[in-house]
Nanobody, 128 residues
Framework: QVRLQEYGGTLAQVGDSLRVFCTTS????????MGWFRQSPGKDRDFVAS????????HYGDSVKGRFTISRDNNKNVLYLLMAGLQPDDTAVYFC?????????????????????WGQGTQVTVSS
């Protein structure tokens, strides 16, 4: 059983940078294609970023492209999301997710249904 846990969410100011990260207590994170999603109250869970198992392929949602950076350190079993230029619209609960490598289809990296394992989320609030 893969258990994911996010850390690092906090209250930030407009323009701040913040890094959240995700670890696992079960299994080797390097086995899984990973993603970050976010959800605000009353809204759908939106795709933020994804990264391939070795980190060579990354994708970003349009609203964060150029501001957020996804990365991973498989030796440390950690997935990162560096967020720069934070805006109030970035306020959300941020979830990390892992896809089952046996069923993962790279073309569906943006689809939450692609990911089988989810953390409980970490709250990021951006104050103006």
């Amino acid at each position: 059983q893969v258990r994911l846990q996010e850390y690092g969410g906090t209250l930030a100011q407009v323009g701040d940078s913040l890094r959240v990260f995700c670890t696992t207590s079960g299994g080797n994170l390097g086995r899984f294609p990973m993603g970050w999603f976010r959800q605000s109250p009353g809204k759908d869970r939106d795709f933020v970023a994804s990264i391939s198992r070795e980190g060579g392929h990354v994708h970003y949602g349009d609203s964060v492209k150029g501001r957020f950076t996804i990365s991973r350190d498989n030796n440390k079993n950690v997935l990162y999301l560096l967020m720069a230029g934070l805006q109030p619209d970035d306020t959300a609960v941020y979830f990390c997710a892992a896809a089952d490598p046996s069923t993962y289809r790279a073309s569906n990296y943006f689809n939450a249904e692609t990911y089988a394992h989810w953390g409980q989320g970490t709250q990021v609030t951006v104050s103006s």
